[in-house]
């Protein structure tokens, strides 16, 4: 990966950047790589997001710095989650994209050609960009459960034998929030090896584990949240109480998590008085960092699956 960087890296294509959560260029895959274009101003400059806890490198990740080629989808399939995402990812981060999940601003901010903007920007999202973004979305909605579950059971087996890799980590926190399950229930969870904090029980969230919204929630809580999962949160609350939606993201979300029943006699008498000062902080959240995402925003950003599944 280094080496791929750092052929393309010194010139950062922002002109050829994505937005905050699309398939990253291909890696892996057979498509021709390509220097970058001619490469517009860099993006504005902006302070960095919170450092967070310190993490250990993680296995590189062979990402080439641009293509212009089509992925091939068959080549993205044999990609675990989280190269998936680091895949998606590279097209934000050559736009300036900052990232509140700490493995994926730990991974960016080792890389010499970012620059973290206030907020990536869309214009600059190339067709064959928007082309391969759909292509890996594809991918990761693809993936049965069947397969998913194969996929958490091989991460669990290498626990088991000692011979797990610090990206299993991650791998597993992906595979566990698809299946919507909790990584920390895993009796193999304590075998992983983790020489950075990505299984710390402070990276838990209520989206891993919604009985953590038996009790109120702190603000800490939700520092690694962009706009996407607060709104996921807060209707993680109602949801848990079997509220149908209206909203084809949210309804796609929800059907996909085996504790979830939808139940047309819903009401909001059921909100416990938790749910209800947790409902109230997301919302302050959310108003702090530009409003709740809505239905028309959430489908524009990322894609009428509302990207709940990329992993980022």
């Given at each position: 990966?280094?080496?791929?960087?750092?052929?393309?890296?010194?010139?950062?294509?922002?002109?050829?950047?994505?937005?905050?959560?699309?398939?990253?260029?291909?890696?892996?895959?057979?498509?021709?790589?390509?220097?970058?274009?001619?490469?517009?101003p860099p993006p504005p400059d902006a302070?960095?997001?919170?450092?967070?806890?310190?993490?250990?490198?993680?296995?590189?990740?062979?990402?080439?710095?641009?293509?212009?080629?089509?992925?091939?989808?068959?080549?993205?399939?044999?990609?675990?989650?989280?190269?998936?995402?680091?895949?998606?990812?590279?097209?934000?981060?050559?736009?300036?994209?900052?990232?509140?999940?700490?493995?994926?601003?730990?991974?960016?901010?080792?890389?010499?050609?970012?620059?973290?903007?206030?907020?990536?920007?869309?214009?600059?999202?190339?067709?064959?960009?928007?082309?391969?973004?759909?292509?890996?979305?594809?991918?990761?909605?693809?993936?049965?459960?069947?397969?998913?579950?194969?996929?958490?059971?091989?991460?669990?087996?290498?626990?088991?034998?000692?011979?797990?890799?610090?990206?299993?980590?991650?791998?597993?926190?992906?595979?566990?929030?698809r299946l919507g399950e909790d990584a920390?229930?895993?009796?193999?969870?304590?075998?992983?090896?983790?020489?950075?904090?990505?299984?710390?029980?402070?990276?838990?969230?209520?989206?891993?584990?919604?009985?953590?919204?038996?009790?109120?929630?702190?603000?800490?809580?939700?520092?690694?949240?962009?706009?996407?999962?607060?709104?996921?949160?807060?209707?993680?609350?109602?949801?848990?109480?079997?509220?149908?939606?209206?909203?084809?993201?949210?309804?796609?979300?929800?059907?996909?998590?085996?504790?979830?029943?939808?139940?047309?006699?819903?009401?909001?008498?059921?909100?416990?008085?938790?749910?209800?000062?947790?409902?109230?902080?997301?919302?302050?959240?959310?108003?702090?960092?530009?409003?709740?995402?809505?239905?028309?925003?959430?489908?524009?950003?990322?894609?009428p699956d509302g990207g709940w599944f990329?992993?980022?």
């Amino acid at each position: 990966m280094r080496l791929s960087y750092l052929f393309f890296g010194v010139a950062l294509a922002a002109a050829l950047a994505c937005a905050g959560g699309e398939p990253a260029p291909d890696g892996g895959a057979p498509a021709a790589v390509v220097p970058a274009v001619p490469a517009a101003p860099p993006p504005p400059d902006a302070a960095a997001s919170s450092p967070g806890p310190a993490a250990a490198p993680l296995p590189a990740v062979d990402i080439p710095f641009y293509s212009a080629q089509p992925l091939d989808p068959a080549a993205l399939r044999g990609l675990s989650l989280r190269e998936l995402t680091l895949w998606r990812n590279t097209i934000y981060a050559r736009a300036g994209q900052p990232f509140v999940k700490t493995w994926l601003r730990e991974h960016f901010r080792g890389q010499p050609w970012y620059t973290p903007a206030l907020r990536a920007d869309l214009s600059l999202l190339s067709p064959v960009d928007r082309d391969n973004a759909k292509r890996i979305v594809q991918v990761e909605n693809g993936l049965s459960r069947a397969e998913l579950v194969s996929r958490r059971d091989a991460v669990l087996a290498r626990a088991r034998a000692g011979t797990s890799t610090d990206a299993d980590a991650i791998e597993l926190l992906l595979l566990a929030r698809r299946l919507g399950e909790d990584a920390w229930s895993y009796e193999e969870v304590e075998g992983l090896v983790e020489s950075g904090h990505w299984l710390d029980e402070d990276v838990r969230t209520p989206i891993d584990d919604p009985r953590l919204l038996d009790r109120p929630l702190a603000e800490a809580d939700l520092a690694e949240m962009s706009r996407r999962d607060l709104r996921l949160l807060r209707n993680l609350v109602y949801a848990r109480h079997g509220r149908p939606f209206t909203s084809d993201i949210l309804r796609m979300y929800f059907e996909n998590m085996p504790w979830y029943t939808a139940d047309p006699a819903y009401t909001e008498a059921r909100l416990t008085e938790a749910d209800r000062r947790n409902i109230q902080l997301i919302q302050t959240v959310e108003a702090r960092v530009g409003g709740p995402l809505t239905e028309g925003e959430h489908r524009d950003e990322y894609g009428p699956d509302g990207g709940w599944f990329w992993g980022a």
